[in-house]
């Protein structure tokens, strides 16, 4: 038997489905041939991580705690949309009072502004840097 012929039945040798004459056969050539064993073992290797191998599914308790992660997060975003927007209408209803009462004097209103204005563009700065963070980071909660 050459190593060609042999590779065929390798596999159902090592499940123990050849019959007794083929079986006789390969094990007869595979007491001489080195490379016919190491490819024996290689099979032997794979077919047992094979087996080992386990899926594991998350438990109950497991799935739960991620979708309330999800919910977390989404309900966290929506949270940050209503602040802004309620911001944004404040400053424009406090801003569009405030410059329009005559008793403030011109310089003190000028002085105001820029630091609002300072304020709300750092914050949207910050605001805008975490929200790109946390899109490209969106599976964070799915490994653990
Ligand atoms: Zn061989």
Redesign the pocket.
């Known amino acids: 038997m ?2 060609e012929d ?1 590779e065929v039945y390798l596999s159902g040798y090592l499940d123990k489905e050849l019959p007794q004459q083929q079986r006789q056969k390969v094990q007869l ?2 007491d001489s ?1 080195s ?2 064993n190491e490819i024996l073992d290689q099979l032997r290797r794979a077919k047992t991580s094979t087996e080992q191998m386990v899926f594991e599914m998350p438990s109950g308790e497991e799935w739960a705690d991620l979708q309330s992660h999800i919910l977390g997060r989404a309900s966290r975003r929506a949270g940050w949309l209503v602040l802004v927007v309620w911001g944004a209408m404040v400053s424009l209803y406090g801003g569009y009072w405030y410059a329009s009462n005559s008793e403030v004097y011109l310089l003190e209103k000028l002085v105001v502004f820029g630091l609002i204005s300072g304020i709300g563009l750092l914050f949207f700065s910050v605001l805008s840097e975490r929200l790109r963070e946390s899109r490209s980071d969106r599976y964070k909660g799915v490994h653990r």
């Open positions: 050459r190593c042999l050539h595979l041939c490379t016919c």
